[in-house]
């Protein structure tokens, strides 16, 4: 079993179709690190095992072929910028939105 460390923005989903092409294989993923909490955040500096046969051999294969790391979850700063600064006051013409 090898490992890897996650990138930024990576939760334990991405992570899984990553590594084997599918979100159905989260659970092995859990159990392979004693992990066994879904909303749980991943660290960039804790190396997670992974190893197990991949599920969908061709997205593995298209990320790797492409080096792509998906990463869909959003950072505090993100979060924050979300939370405070959203909505039609903070709309720019041409860059929100076109009008036609």
């Known amino acids: 079993m090898e490992t890897i460390k996650p990138q930024e923005n990576q939760n334990i989903f991405d992570i899984s179709l990553q590594e084997y092409g599918s979100i159905e294989k989260v659970f092995d993923l859990l159990e392979d690190n004693d992990k066994f909490d879904l909303t749980e955040d991943i660290s960039v500096y804790k190396e997670l095992k992974v190893g197990?046969?991949?599920?969908?051999?061709d997205i593995v294969e298209y990320y790797n072929s492409r080096n792509l790391k998906p990463a869909t979850s959003i950072s505090e700063e993100e979060q924050y910028l979300l939370?405070?600064?959203?909505?039609?006051?903070?709309?720019?013409?041409?860059?929100?939105f076109i009008i036609y």
Do not use: L, P, V
């Not at 197990?52 to 051999?57: H, I, L, V, W």
């Open 52 to 57: 197990r046969e991949a599920f969908k051999k």
């Open 83 to 96: 939370d405070n600064f959203s909505g039609i006051d903070y709309m720019i013409i041409e860059d929100d």
